[in-house]
């Protein structure tokens, strides 16, 4: 009977899509080993020489380097920015607040290239093309949505009561928001800040306007590389892009795990705080965009 | 301060940054498709002391930008020199005559110079600017050629595909999904969300080594001798859409899984207490259950297809041009007109969509939605 399941037309199809996921980030990682610079499937030698090119090239170490810094400054700006206005649309906004909130809201229906096209027009007349701000602020634009859902709905989830308790113990509202708030929504907090960083990191289409020889971020450089030249140089990239994500989705799912283990053990106050807070930031789809973030996923 | 004033004062960041960055701009550009630059107006500087008296704009087409500064001698020679905008020395010099009372539009080609009846030595100053005026060119333009047709037919016709096939797949996959115990399901789920969190290019680039025509599923074809020569699975429209599903799926298993969850499972077993068959049941009780999904995922899928750019730029090979890539093209040569007046299009489609889906299910879904528990 077993035997016979497995070929069941869906559980079929089901394997048949999840080979379509996953098989290509597969075949990439023996790829990237080859030291052929043709296709050779599989390798018939292994060899480093694409990651060496890679690191041995000054473009893409500053492409890549260009892209970490320009993603962690998106992640903070953004999530600076999304908090504030989270805040204000949860606690204090009434007049106006939905067109506020669709306002803000709004990079994510207008398909990317035509807020990419304004960013462009925007920037040129600044004249801050090919700049690290500019491409800072474009890309805050496309990932400050994102940070407010993500803030917004922890704040939505939050029980004020215990805010109103560190008020009525004499604590002022900054610092209520420092000291109880704050470390509440922690979690959503990273989240928003992984997602900016992500949807900076993954963009292409606007940088093809922002960027330029001067401020090359790395998908430009391996959009550019891929439509011009087959080198393998792009394998060894992927597979480190790859590599490193399935090990960070590994390391989350191990950190929550390690977290249940301890929220059993610790004591009542500890537990309280993981309780009450910690509401899971929403997994978010995505506006009209293409490319991940923008893609949408969950933290 | 009262609640309004620090809700306002808190906002003020990300308001200001939308407004500069994105609403301005977008109007800005918009206007760009209802203007047109070419015909340019001269101005005669006042003031000036030499004996032109009038100056218009006889051929615009000839024209640059910039000034003629145009000296007389009183007797009838007349020399020009002209600068361009943010230029530092003089582009270009011409000289001639002129009598008094003529006109001349030989001197400067496209500039059509009056001299006053009484000959003086002194300068003018010509300036030539562009004149923005209003007019529907940029639209009937874009209207007529044939690019444009094509290219909204080639964009909707990989949308719909794309949309079909993640809907037949994406339904199926999370059927069986939905039939397996929670903690399975979610372990496969996650396998569905890594290529969700890959980088685009990393997953258009493994596409390349798969469909190229030395690439592995050739090499394979070939190897077991099921074909003899390579065949072109690469750069055409099909690729872009293999790339296309292979982004939209997990978007379109995240929502169906999620709606499947949703249905109250007593019902499929009240169905078969009554006596359906399994395939009635999923028919007459599962199915429609979940239409509202199927509706969501559509066009959530739909409407995000309609804009894509990068994976036709890498997949298409040249032969496939999106909406989004006519756009980036026409911009990056500044041909504003058409460029925006294309993305007008693209979005008053994308919106009027998003109003349809908005007034179905309620935008908070498309944007945000509480996939997971």
Not at chain 2, 346 to 352: F, P, R, S
Request: hydrophobic share 50%; aromatic share 10%; charged share 15%.
């Amino acid at each position: 009977m077993k035997v016979l399941r497995c070929f069941d037309p869906l559980n079929l199809l089901f394997g048949a899509v999840l080979t379509f996921l996953l098989l290509p980030l597969i075949v990439v990682i023996p790829v990237s080993f080859s030291p052929s610079s043709v296709l050779q499937f599989p390798p018939t030698r292994l060899s480093w020489r694409w990651y060496e090119d890679f690191f041995g090239d000054d473009r893409w170490v500053n492409a890549a380097w260009l892209s970490i810094r320009v993603g962690l400054a998106v992640a903070i700006v953004s999530t600076l920015i999304g908090m504030l206005a989270a805040v204000a649309l949860t606690r204090f906004v009434t007049l106006g607040k939905g067109l506020m909130r669709s306002l803000v809201l709004s990079p994510l229906i207008v398909p990317l290239i035509i807020t990419s096209v304004g960013i462009y027009y925007v920037m040129s007349e600044l004249g801050m093309n090919s700049t690290f701000q500019g491409i800072l602020l474009g890309h805050t634009v496309l990932a400050l949505p994102y940070s407010v859902i993500i803030i917004e709905s922890a704040l939505r989830g939050y029980d004020v009561t215990l805010d109103e308790a560190a008020v009525s113990l004499g604590a002022s509202r900054v610092l209520t928001f420092r000291k109880i708030t704050m470390p509440i929504i922690l979690p959503s907090i990273l989240a928003s800040a992984t997602f900016a960083f992500i949807t900076s990191w993954d963009e292409i289409l606007l940088v093809t306007f922002l960027g330029g020889p001067r401020a090359q971020t790395l998908p430009l450089r391996m959009f550019e590389f891929l439509t011009t030249q087959i080198r393998p140089t792009i394998a060894a990239i992927s597979s480190m892009l790859i590599v490193t994500l399935v090990g960070l989705m590994l390391l989350y799912r191990l950190l929550r795990w390690q977290r249940a283990r301890w929220r059993e053990r610790s004591r009542v106050g500890d537990a309280l705080r993981w309780e009450c807070g910690a509401p899971s930031a929403p997994a978010i789809l995505p506006g009209v965009h293409e490319g991940k973030p923008t893609e949408g996923g969950m933290p | 301060m009262g609640r309004a004033a620090i809700g306002l004062s808190l906002m003020t960041p990300a308001l200001v940054t939308l407004l500069v960055f994105f609403v301005v701009p977008l109007i800005l550009v918009f206007g760009k498709s209802f203007t047109e630059e070419t015909p340019k107006r001269a101005t005669l500087a006042t003031g000036g002391t030499g004996s032109i008296a009038a100056v218009s704009v006889e051929q615009p087409q000839n024209l640059r930008l910039g000034t003629w500064v145009i000296t007389t001698d009183g007797a009838g020679a007349v020399s020009a020199a002209f600068t361009s905008p943010g230029a530092r020395a003089v582009e270009a010099t011409v000289s001639g005559t002129i009598s008094p009372g003529a006109t001349n539009d030989a001197l400067i080609p496209g500039l059509k110079l009056i001299a006053a009846a009484t000959p003086r030595v002194g300068t003018n100053a010509v300036t030539i600017i562009s004149g923005t005026a209003l007019t529907l060119d940029n639209y009937r333009q874009l209207w007529e050629s044939v690019a444009f047709r094509r290219i909204i037919r080639m964009t909707f016709e990989i949308a719909v595909y794309t949309t079909v096939v993640c809907l037949l797949l994406g339904y199926a996959f999370a059927y069986r999904l939905s039939l397996m115990p929670r903690a399975r399901a979610n372990f496969f789920l996650l396998l569905c969300l890594v290529p969700f969190w890959t980088a685009i290019l990393a997953r258009l680039y493994a596409w390349t080594i798969l469909l190229g025509r030395r690439g592995i599923i050739n090499d394979w074809l070939q190897k077991t001798g099921l074909v003899e020569r390579p065949l072109d699975l690469l750069f055409n429209r099909d690729a872009v859409i293999v790339g296309m599903v292979h982004v939209m799926l997990p978007y379109m298993i995240l929502i169906m899984y999620s709606t499947m969850l949703s249905i109250d499972r007593t019902l499929l077993d009240a169905a078969k207490s009554l006596g359906a068959s399994g395939f009635e049941t999923f028919r007459r009780v599962f199915l429609p259950l979940t239409m509202p999904g199927v509706y969501a995922g559509s066009v959530l899928v739909f409407i995000i297809s309609l804009g894509f750019f990068i994976t036709p730029a890498v997949l298409g090979g040249g032969k496939v041009t999106t909406i989004s890539m006519f756009i980036q093209d026409k911009v990056r040569i500044s041909d504003w007109g058409v460029a925006t007046a294309m993305g007008a299009v693209l979005l008053v489609i994308t919106l009027a969509l998003f109003l349809v889906f908005n007034r179905l299910f309620g935008a908070e879904r498309l944007i945000t939605g509480a996939i997971r528990k």
